[in-house]
């Protein structure tokens, strides 16, 4: 038997729970020794302890939240199940729990607002990573590392202050975007954003050159980080509006 065949016969075992027995069974079809059983069921387990802490990582809130909602033992059931029907297939952990948003949306005891709150984590994770563009010489832009969210329910408020711990309660229902960037200082910042400055946006991403009547705005966006360019300069003095940061 040659590594490859080991590897997908071992397959199902660590990333989708299958026996033991019967994966030992597949790798030593002459002997029937426990031993082989027991030690592939000690890989295995390792191997979902991992995703699990992976999971905890990555989505610490919402993990929280799934407790609070749902009880400890959903949580505990929910890292096996996702294991196999989301094999880790990619070295990178952002890119294992890229489905975990989604995968929690098909679960019906899980709120709604607790599939959003783990895009929002997963997306400030993602940001967090994105490399930054440092370059203030060019004309003015949307950073590369904005991102764009719709939510139904009012994380801007219901997170403004709050770290990694959760909130009391539940975010209120409201429709909602938030902006996911990385500032100056490389650290991932995200806030919600009103018609205004949803406008000043578009037009930017437009090409075009925003009117004397938002220069307040556009100073406020460009000393948060969501807009770069050398109009930065002309700017420096504008007042920053206290916006809310979640």
């Known amino acids: 038997m040659n590594l490859r065949e080991v590897y997908e016969l071992m397959g199902p075992l660590v990333l989708r729970g299958e026996s033991p027995g019967a994966t030992a069974k597949k790798l030593f079809p002459n002997s029937i020794d426990p031993s082989s059983a027991r030690g592939l069921e000690a890989y295995a387990w390792n191997a979902f302890a991992t ?54 949306a098909g679960r019906r005891q899980i709120p709604r607002w607790v599939v959003e709150l783990a895009d929002l984590e ?82 930017i991403r437009a090409g075009r050159t925003p009117p004397s009547t938002c220069s307040e705005w556009l100073g406020t966006l460009l000393t948060w980080g969501l807009v770069r360019g050398r109009h930065h300069g002309e700017l420096a003095a504008a007042r920053v509006d206290e916006g809310r940061m979640a």
């Open 122 to 203: 997963l997306v400030g994770r993602q940001t967090y990573h994105h490399p930054l563009d440092d370059d203030d010489s060019a004309p003015l832009r949307l950073s590369v590392t904005l991102v764009l969210r719709g939510y139904g329910h009012d994380f801007a408020t219901w997170l403004h202050g709050s770290e990694r711990e959760l909130p009391r309660g539940r975010p209120a229902a409201k429709q909602v975007v938030l902006a996911f960037w990385r500032d100056d200082r490389g650290q991932s910042r995200r806030a919600g954003l009103g018609n205004h400055q949803l406008t000043l946006l578009r037009e």
């Open 51 to 104: 995703r699990k802490e992976m999971l905890e990582s990555v989505f610490p809130r919402t993990r929280d939240a799934i407790v609070r909602t749902c009880g400890e033992r959903a949580w505990l059931d929910l890292g096996p199940s996702f294991s196999r029907a989301h094999p880790a297939t990619h070295a990178k952990l952002l890119r294992t729990a890229e489905p975990f948003p989604c995968f929690l």
